[in-house]
């Protein structure tokens, strides 16, 4: 999480830059923009792009390049949908790089990692839920807010381990020895974090939460 630059060369770093340019570009276009004219919807995308920054920001790690952090990504997936979530998520790591977490050569794969990934993993258990499950409050709140966030943390851990393997920056032994244990802990820590605020978003301000729809999650239930 949160790579500096000179750990991976140019073979990884300027591709990645590429397909973060490409996804940002169909996110803009994908985006539901006239949510945001909503003073108030904007001023809630606005202070969680703030709040990740200073918790992103807040991060353990021994080694460069094996940072630990909570993400909330699912929790802004699951309020501003996969666009809006991607493109805000982008803006926290631009913050977090100009306060020197990370790197601007690296800033690519970082916002695959972290923002793609993490978007991409909350929006499919989110389509999951919604196609096979019944459509209860309780199972909006369990299975997206807490496994959903959970599910997240563990695929941006697995796909950091994978890139350190492939690029030959650590062994394989050491990664699942010393590093990706730690992402169990910071699942759950993130499960019951981002399960609690989606639960208080749902009860005191469903209005920020685009993915909740009270005809199909509290109607005749």
Same mark, same amino acid.
């Given at each position: 999480?949160?790579?500096?630059?000179?750990?991976?060369?140019?073979?990884?770093?300027?591709?990645?830059?590429?397909?973060?340019?490409?996804?940002?570009?169909?996110?803009?276009?994908?985006?539901?923009?006239?949510?945001?004219?909503?003073?108030?919807?904007?001023?809630?995308?606005?202070?969680?792009?703030?709040?990740?920054?200073? $918790?992103?920001? +807040?991060?353990? #790690? &021994?080694?460069?390049?094996?940072? %630990?952090?909570?993400?909330?990504?699912?929790? /802004?997936? =699951?309020?501003?949908?996969?666009?809006?979530?991607?493109?805000?998520?982008?803006?926290?790591?631009?913050?977090?790089?100009?306060?020197?977490?990370?790197?601007?050569?690296?800033?690519?794969?970082?916002?695959?990692?972290?923002?793609?990934?993490?978007?991409?993993?909350?929006?499919?258990?989110?389509?999951?839920?919604?196609?096979?499950?019944?459509?209860?409050?309780?199972?909006?709140?369990?299975?997206?807010?807490?496994?959903?966030?959970?599910?997240?943390?563990?695929?941006?851990?697995?796909?950091?381990? $994978?890139?350190? +393997?492939?690029? #030959? &920056?650590?062994?394989?032994?050491? %990664?699942?020895?010393?590093?990706?244990?730690? /992402?169990? =802990?910071?699942?759950?820590?993130?499960?019951?974090?981002?399960?609690?605020?989606?639960?208080?978003?749902?009860?005191?301000?469903?209005?920020?939460?685009?993915?909740?729809?009270?005809?199909?999650?509290?109607?005749?239930?």
């Amino acid at each position: 999480m949160n790579l500096p630059d000179g750990l991976l060369d140019g073979s990884w770093c300027w591709p990645a830059w590429g397909l973060v340019a490409v996804f940002a570009l169909y996110a803009v276009r994908h985006a539901p923009w006239p949510l945001l004219t909503d003073e108030t919807r904007l001023n809630a995308w606005l202070g969680m792009i703030v709040a990740l920054i200073l $918790l992103w920001n +807040m991060k353990a #790690g &021994v080694k460069p390049g094996l940072s %630990l952090h909570l993400l909330g990504a699912t929790v /802004f997936t =699951l309020c501003f949908d996969w666009a809006l979530a991607f493109l805000g998520l982008c803006a926290v790591l631009a913050g977090t790089t100009l306060n020197g977490v990370g790197g601007w050569e690296a800033f690519g794969i970082n916002a695959l990692m972290l923002g793609g990934v993490g978007v991409a993993v909350s929006y499919g258990v989110r389509r999951l839920e919604k196609r096979f499950l019944p459509h209860h409050f309780f199972i909006y709140v369990f299975v997206n807010g807490f496994f959903g966030a959970g599910l997240t943390v563990l695929a941006v851990g697995a796909a950091s381990c $994978l890139i350190f +393997m492939l690029s #030959g &920056v650590y062994s394989a032994e050491y %990664l699942f020895s010393e590093y990706f244990p730690y /992402f169990l =802990l910071l699942g759950f820590a993130e499960a019951w974090l981002s399960g609690m605020l989606m639960t208080l978003l749902v009860v005191y301000r469903p209005d920020w939460v685009m993915t909740f729809e009270d005809a199909l999650y509290l109607k005749n239930k």
